[in-house]
């Protein structure tokens, strides 16, 4: 039995609002449940210098969580003076899985940075700011190309995330925080809307896990990618 | 003429929403127009090293921009390694104006830490800040006396805020962004409930403004901050 | 009382030395009382990048404290890796004070750089540099006078800076270190020669002020303004 | 045809040196062809404060890379003041594959850093790192057992570490450098000497993959941990 | 012929004032011609952690350099948010060269910081920095014996520094600026007054030099010293 | 009597392997017996901007110690976020080692980095590393005379380093860790093949010592290094 009452292959309620930040060519309010995510991106019309002169452009992502979107108080990254190891780890996820469906080619010497900021926070949040970022990143895309700053369409695909543990000894889809804290196994998936893996990252920090079980959790996960897919596809009117 | 149509001594619409951050003993999302910040107020039953076995409690104040409050992307302090100077000046300037309307005695030895997240920028984001962070404050501080952390009440008044500046010649009250770079002079203004100065910051970069001047302004800020304090009351429902 | 028996309009002695680093284009040793800041002013012939191209010069401040300037020995804060909040504030005000005063486009594409380092500190440690930065930045431009790097005169007024408070109960001008921790109400002020508001910064930690009381410490540093014009005109032979 | 000439399933040739580094506790030069990494175990009788009082050990881990481990130098990470997010990613996975094997309860309240130092970097340092630290740790507990600072065995099972990818369209087992850089796909598996999973992390930055191509990665990585046990056993005669 | 016009054997004026800093339990503001030094010495009746419960003191020191000491104004170290290896090479020179003529039992569990700022810099800044801060050392145990914080007097010898060099083939004493820049050699020499070396540091960027100019150099540094210990005295009237 | 068994003026076994970092363009493993370094020399065809446009090329250095290169494990200098004020005067000390061998005008515009990693430290690791250092540059620069990047040999002449320390009242060569814990006196001597001194840096942190005493020092020093100089040039065969 789940905290929340849900099936072991539910996902809790997803919601994707665009436009929410006025000043971004692209954004998304993304929730997962409880977990909120403020997503935007913001497109340049110039590239950093070694990137520069190849005729290809560049996504990047980072990622922050205000200080209260966490049950106790947060010690604020600007004020420590560094982002942490885990930080960057996420934000370092999230620009690698949307390059995975951009045609660089196509997007030219342009670049779009993302910027995932935490509202809230319970579990989930790397996913969350996948599956919204690729959201305003299409928007943002979309901005461009009314502006006629691309010519073809840079995306290939889309992509959207889920993670998936063993929790008490079944495999559940989309963790919420007190599944999180508690599951043997934690994976993230992040898989493009055409079913094909982009990463797959998969811990065991007390019980290893076995081969059967990972096929179980990638199961999951590519059910939980199917419904988000739609859901961005709808969000997008595409 | 102002940009927005509004008349001289006209605030934007003020809005404050209460509760907008569950995990947070205390939460108000302020709107100052498009001027949107996220205000959080933290309790902790301990205090800083400096300020223990005096039988006194602390209030502090953290600021932050996310990257696209702002029209072009600003970049993100935690990866600049640190909060730029104009942030350091904002988060003292909040923190001392919450302070003085706070009996720490009557705290006893706790500490409330407000955090401020700008996710708009429009003009004003410090005084919307400070606006909204009294009611974050004032919401912490009956979570606390539910739980009987304090016994007497440690808010002695409330306190708002506002800007004035001189806009082409003439003064006006709450400058939005077109007029806050275009002022020839910019002040703030911080005034409790009952009319007292808190904290008064004017500055002139290009002209320097005579004591007539300064006095118009003060005029306009008694206005906006008796409207602010009635929509804080409201909003609080005191 | 003031603990030092002055009046409560009387200012503390001040002298503003001329040329007392041999290598600076302007200089100045200035004393208000025990406070004693030693203030340099740089010439560069280039500019901050973001400055450059419009035919507009700039003017900057870095302030600090000798570690023994106080009382008890204060950290260096090239040992603790950045500058305070308090450092940031004061070293931005002096900037902005020094700005107002001088015409940009005069000055042309050059950059002077005021340093303020505080040999002893007994209060009004910014209201002294203010002060002394204007007999140092007047050498430096006449410095660039003679080597024809300014035609016109880019000085449209002198500036200079002094505290008023409120110290129990009475309105005070010129607070040192023993007032300063006491005062109810702290405010500096920064005017020019002719008598108008370039800054002003009042605040009230402890006890909220009310706009007459303003009123008292606006004339009394109006008054200790106009003495401190006298004896910088003075000084500079003016 | 892969660079190197190996056949798709062939690993290059592993060495594991025990005790080069005579002050450590446990130390291990671990070769994975050309890439080689210099492994050190410090046992500390002391934790951090956040893990102190509840009866359990912890093992962390610290990665680097010598100037010229690579082609070109990179820039000392001492020097630039801070660890890069790569840094940062692969010593939480060194950290977090070692302490799944490891029974924190029987460790008791002692700390074992390992610190991973690569000598020479071809591809694959943090498989090398994790297959090499393994043989520290072991070392290191060797040395506590000898000392009596642990009762029973906190080693639960054996770990390693293998790459695996697509390069030109075939799956491949132990990438080097040449064929890392072109990969279409690469991904890293920790596996136990059991043969269960404690790691798995896949990355398509290029063009993603089916889920019959990660199960071909899965064979691969099984196989290659199978021969890198045989050989962390035989290095440490078990 | 040396620029200044001084003989080979020839100190610069050198002057030792003493009491400049009034808030410093000990200070002193050295002058070896142009250069100038202001140095203030801390006591405090407490240690840093490492040092504690062994019955021992400790003597410390720190080392600046205001912007404009230099003919060109040089960054402020704690805007570039680190002390230079030059800064922390010397400080950690006046460290050492003091505490070789402290008896740390004598002294007890204190520390005394020694802090030089150097006003003007024109060659020789450390060796000044050394020579000044024996004085300032000597004043801060003074105040410690009036205030019984000691028993026995600490102080074993007294202790001066200058330097030396090889200019255009002429072994010189205590170079200024012009000579130091030109100078195939340059050494420090830190002695007691009884004539012992405590540090010696030749360099030879441009011309290695021979065992026999050396001793040309010591010679010289012995004479210099002799000078200075006198100096030293007569300032404290010993 | 010497922990080590040797006589005062003998030396430990020292051995220099080159060629032992392939990607490297000059390499050598240092060993004075227990102490071991591992220094590379890295070629670039571009300079620091500072050094550009004079026809005159570079060498630098950069020092680290693995954190088990000590008896107890020393914190990462990356993880710590700077760099100590030892390691810097000790790259430095190397750096300027070099730079007095080498012709820069006939090096052209070419710089060289050294970087000295340590892997096991037991006294001398900075005279080890400018001996092994002069090792790699050489064959650093043989690597640039094959490709025609210099034309004619910019070095002028061998360097190395040695300690010497008074250790229980008698001058001794090379000291150890155990003899430089415990010596009262210890200084570094980095001379040429030719005999001549690039530098000396004598300490005297416990007891004073006489001229005297620092002859024998040197003395010692000249032994130690004419050794040094046989071992380097027949590792270089020259």
């Given at each position: 039995m789940r905290p929340s009452g849900r099936d072991s292959s539910e996902m809790r309620a997803v919601t994707l609002e665009r436009?929410?930040?006025?000043?971004?060519?692209?954004?998304?309010?993304?929730?997962?449940?409880?977990?909120?995510?403020?997503?935007?991106?913001?497109?340049?019309?110039?590239?950093?210098?070694?990137?520069?002169?190849?005729?290809?452009?560049?996504?990047?992502?980072?990622?922050?969580?205000?200080p209260r979107a966490t049950g106790t108080r947060t010690r604020r990254e600007a004020t420590a003076g560094k982002q942490s190891g885990r930080t960057q780890e996420i934000q370092r996820l999230i620009g690698r899985s949307l390059r995975a469906v951009v045609d660089m080619?196509?997007?030219?010497?342009?670049?779009?940075?993302?910027?995932?900021?935490?509202?809230?926070?319970?579990?989930?949040?790397r996913t969350a700011s996948i599956t919204g970022a690729y959201v305003a990143l299409a928007d943002a895309i979309a901005w461009m190309s009314e502006r006629k700053l691309v010519k073809a369409n840079?995306?290939?695909?889309?992509?959207?995330?889920?993670?998936?543990?063993?929790?008490?000894?079944?495999?559940?889809?989309?963790?919420?925080?007190?599944?999180?804290?508690?599951?043997?196994?934690?994976?993230?998936?992040v898989l493009t809307g055409s079913g094909k893996f982009v990463e797959i990252q998969g811990t065991a920090e007390q019980t290893p896990f076995s081969r059967q079980e990972?096929?179980?959790?990638?199961?999951?996960?590519?059910?939980?990618?199917?419904?988000?897919?739609?859901?961005?596809?709808?969000a997008l009117e595409i």
């Open positions: 436009n929410v930040a006025p000043k971004a060519e692209g954004s998304c309010l993304v929730a997962f449940g409880s977990t909120r995510v403020l997503v935007t991106a913001s497109v340049e019309t110039s590239l950093p210098s070694w990137r520069r002169g190849q005729g290809l452009g560049w996504v990047t992502a980072e990622y922050g969580m205000l080619a196509a997007l030219g010497e342009n670049q779009i940075t993302i910027d995932c900021d935490v509202l809230e926070a319970d579990g989930g949040t840079p995306l290939r695909d889309t992509v959207a995330a889920v993670s998936c543990g063993i929790y008490r000894g079944t495999p559940v889809l989309d963790l919420d925080y007190l599944e999180d804290v508690e599951a043997e196994t934690d994976a993230n998936f990972l096929d179980m959790l990638m199961g999951l996960a590519e059910k939980g990618i199917s419904e988000l897919t739609v859901l961005q596809k709808t």
